[in-house]
């Protein structure tokens, strides 16, 4: 079965910082990849996104993502945290080839102290 | 511009009434429907999406139904809620599953 894998839950991090939260989906092929953020108290919004082209992709805020094929894996990360990056950071895998849904994992929430 | 609407923002129904939840999107026209439930510690799960009207996708065996009347309308749903239908119920939308999604603001809905 098609699954995403989040194995840090909880983050506490210094502002400054080297931020790496890990993504895991279960097998290949045609994949397009996704990292959302939730500030406390906002909606869902998208960070970051990957279909094709240059595995390194940059996103919103400093972000950025690797997506590594042999590994099933897009990371993300950021070089210094701010305190407002405190949130909760989901990563999304869509199986393409003609599937609409897309599979969250557990999310991961980011603690960064002042 | 396009825009997602979802309504109530929280919701308080006692054990076995009935739940309609709304969500409509402006602004485009055939987009991919979608409905997610967050739990703490849990990620989002998708209960429902709709690629057209009329077609509805379910993804859990549960006490919920989903419709899609309209266009740009989709519409959670059950006769006779349970406690463990609380939690928090996103509407999302897209075009193109590359693109990623748009949340809607959530319901957190509390089953009493």
């Known amino acids: 079965a098609q699954s995403v894998s989040q194995h840090n839950h909880h983050v506490i991090l210094s502002e400054a910082a080297s931020l790496e939260l890990g993504c895991n989906y279960s097998?290949?092929?045609?994949?397009?990849l996704f990292w959302y953020v939730q500030y406390p108290g906002q909606h869902l919004q998208l960070l970051l996104k990957?279909?094709?082209?240059d595995p390194l992709v940059k996103g919103i805020k400093g972000f950025e993502a690797e997506f590594i094929k042999s590994k099933f894996s897009f990371n993300l990360r950021k070089p210094s945290v701010q305190w407002s990056d405190t949130a909760e950071y989901f990563c999304?895998?869509?199986w393409g080839s003609g599937t609409y849904k897309y599979i969250f994992g557990t999310g991961t929430r980011l603690k960064v102290l002042a | 511009s396009q825009t997602i609407h979802q309504w109530p923002a929280t919701l308080v129904q006692p054990v076995g009434s009935p739940l309609s939840l709304e969500c409509t999107v402006e602004?485009?026209?055939?987009?991919?429907l979608y409905w997610y439930r967050q739990a703490a510690g849990r990620g989002l799960q998708l209960l429902f999406y709709?690629?057209?009207?009329?077609?509805i996708s379910s993804e859990v065996p549960q006490n919920l139904s989903a419709s899609r009347p309209q266009d740009r309308q989709f519409i959670l749903s059950s006769k006779k809620l349970l406690l463990s239908d609380s939690g928090f119920y996103l509407c999302?939308?897209?075009?193109?599953?590359?693109?990623?999604?748009?949340f809607g603001s959530g319901t957190r809905l509390t089953v009493v």
């Open positions: 999302a939308w897209g075009e193109d599953t590359r693109f990623g999604y748009t």
């Open positions: 990957y279909f094709s082209g």
């Open positions: 999304a895998v869509n």
């Open positions: 602004g485009t026209s055939n987009p991919n």
């Open positions: 709709s690629v057209g009207i009329g077609q």
């Open positions: 097998y290949g092929g045609t994949v397009n």
